[in-house]
Structure formats: C-alpha cells, structure tokens
T-cell receptor, first 115, second 115 residues
C-alpha cells in the first residue's frame, strides 16, 4: 500500500528565513506527488504537483518542491518565509496498486512563521 | 458558485441517527471525491465518482456509509446509524478532468459530531 510520512508535526521559522517542510513517500511504480495547504476554517488548497519531467517544480505563493527518487522524498521549500505562510501543509501521493485515482495524504505539518 | 460548496457546515447527531451530507462541486467538473479527516490526521479517501459512475468505493469504512451522484453533479454522502467513531470532518473535492493531472478543489468540509 502507498503511504506518506511527514516526520515533523510542526516547523517554526522566522519571517524572511528559508523554510523546508519534509515529506517522504512509499509507492510501487511511478508516483504522482502533491502538496496542499489548509488555512484555518478553510478547505485544502492545491500548491503544486510532480507528475513527470523536471525534478524541481514550482507552485503557488513562491513555493517549490524537489522530487528525489533515490531518497523517495518530495520536500516543500520556500526561499523567504512570510507570516501569512503559517498554515497546515499536507503532502500526498497517488499511484501504485491503489492507482492514480486515489490520493493518500500525510498527517500534515503545521508551519508557524514568526514576525 | 466559484468553489466547491458543502452543507451543512456543522452537524451534530445522536448515536444511531442517520445523516446526509451534501456536496455541490464546481460546475463542469467531471470527478468528485469524498474524504474523511479525523482530528489531527490527514484526509483519508472514501469514494470517487466520474460523472454519475462510482468508480471506487474502497475507502468506505462500513456498509453504513453510502454515496451517490445520480445526475453527475451534486453528491450526497449518507451515514446510517451513526457511531461515535464517525465523528470527523467530511471533505468533498472535485476536479475538471478524470485524471490526476487535474488538481483537486476542496470544499470547506462538514464537521460531524456524534454524541
């Protein structure tokens, strides 16, 4: 079965500093990888995806993520954090035996950016 | 409307009652998904429709859970004889196409509390 691990429950970073939110995955075959963000009392919003091609993908709000097949990772990054980036971030994967119609989410990582 | 709409926003049910949760997807979106999000966890897949066809219901936790999308637009998730373990946020998402090259658009969810 496919799975996603987000090893950090919370990441704290000062505004203006770079941020990284970690994600590793397990799936047989080629993965489709996604990051979603959830603001308080709001639905999940799509940030970016990796399907194929360039390992570095760029998404909304200045976020990017790098697909690393050998390390089975898809870490989310941003060069300079904003206080408004504070939210709950979810990594997700599809593929393998569950097929590409089913997304498996990680538990989420709370990002807190301090002024 | 501009986004995925779910109703009611909150639902409190006594154990043993039946509940019905509604999802209005973005107009023209082919695919519709239901997810269950327990407190402190990531969303877990319940079921998937492409137009009116329910293509995958492998995530429904028991035969008390039933979903339909009879005209390929609005969907209803029904839970019969609710139990306390059914307490969660139920998320609906839609996408324009029938593949995961198309990102999911989530509603704000229905928070179900079973007392």
């Amino acid at each position: 079965a496919q799975s996603v691990a987000q090893p950090e429950d919370q990441v704290n970073v000062a505004e203006g500093n770079p941020l990284t939110v970690k994600c590793t995955y397990s799936v047989s075959g080629n993965p489709y990888l996604f990051w979603y963000v959830q603001y308080p009392n709001r639905g999940l919003q799509f940030l970016l995806k990796y399907i194929t091609g360039d390992n570095l993908v760029k998404g909304s709000y200045g976020f990017e993520a790098e697909f690393n097949k050998s390390q089975t990772s898809f870490h989310l990054k941003k060069p300079s954090a904003l206080v408004s980036d504070s939210a709950l971030y979810f990594c997700a994967v599809s593929g393998g035996l569950s097929g590409y119609s089913t997304l498996t989410f990680g538990k989420g990582t709370m990002l807190l950016v301090s002024p | 409307g501009a986004g995925v709409s779910q109703s009611p926003r909150y639902k409190v049910a006594k154990r043993g009652q039946d509940v019905a949760l509604r999802c209005d997807p973005i107009s023209g979106h082919v695919s519709l998904f239901w997810y269950q999000q327990a407190l402190g966890q990531g969303p877990e897949f319940l079921t998937y429709f492409q137009n009116e066809a329910q293509l995958d219901k492998s995530g429904l936790p028991s035969d008390r859970f039933f979903a339909e999308r009879p005209e390929g637009s609005v969907s209803t998730l029904k839970i019969q004889r609710t139990q306390q373990e059914d307490s969660a946020v139920y998320l609906c998402a839609s996408s324009l196409k029938g593949s995961y090259n198309s990102p999911l658009h989530f509603g704000n969810g229905t928070r179900l509390t079973v007392t």
